[in-house]
């Protein structure tokens, strides 16, 4: 049964959602009511990327109205989805130059290039300096570096392991692994097991059916 907190959130959602339709979604007086809706999403920990893609359109349609905290926000949320490509879509409808006129914007996007290109240990070290105030942001970004692990590395060093997570006890650290269902190797306690990728190679047996009508022409041509 869902809670109160999400039955007001499923609502909210379904009234943008409605506002939205048709010649409504850019309709410059839903302006405020989206952008509000981007600080409402960060507090009750969900992301509704279709509202904040219709507010991204606005800021295009006129640059006037763009607020650089606003879509830094909507930014850091389209992160929380990775490996899921909102956050490129977002950002084909960015002003390069307005972008590089606010710090959290180009913040935003470095996390990105860091991220996308696996650059884990660094993206923290920035994370450490910066100021997110996103709740959940590094538990959301810890299961796609996660993810990108999993499919990455049959074994991996603990250093390593501890570096790309990230900001861990060693109790979480530890307790991560277990849930994950990795394991310290028995004979070498300074490196982790992920994943034996091979047993997950399936083999398929490829058949071609080909019809006589299909190689006739070819025949008669020899």
Known sequence: MPSVSQSRTNTRAEEVAKKLKGI????????????????????????????????????????????????????????????????????YLLDAQKCQENSRVVEALHFSELLESCRFQEFWEQLERASVKIPGFEDRIREFICQTINRT??????????????????????GLIKTRGWKILPDDATYIWIVNHEENIKSRNIVEKIKFEHVAPVMNIV
């Not at 006129?62 to 905290?69: E, I, K, R, V």
């Not at 991996?156 to 530890?174: C, D, K, V």
């Open 24 to 91: 409504e979604r850019y309709n410059p007086n839903c302006r405020p009511m989206l952008e509000e809706y981007v600080q409402y999403q960060i507090d009750n920990h969900f992301y509704d990327f279709d509202a904040n893609m219709a507010l991204l359109k606005m800021y295009q349609f006129d640059p006037s109205n763009f607020q650089g905290d606003k879509v830094a926000d909507i930014l850091l949320l389209a992160l929380t989805n990775l490996p899921k490509p909102d956050f490129l879509l977002c950002k």
């Open 153 to 174: 590395y049959q074994t991996i060093s603990r250093q390593e392991l501890q570096l790309a997570l990230g900001r861990l006890t060693t109790h979480e650290f530890e």
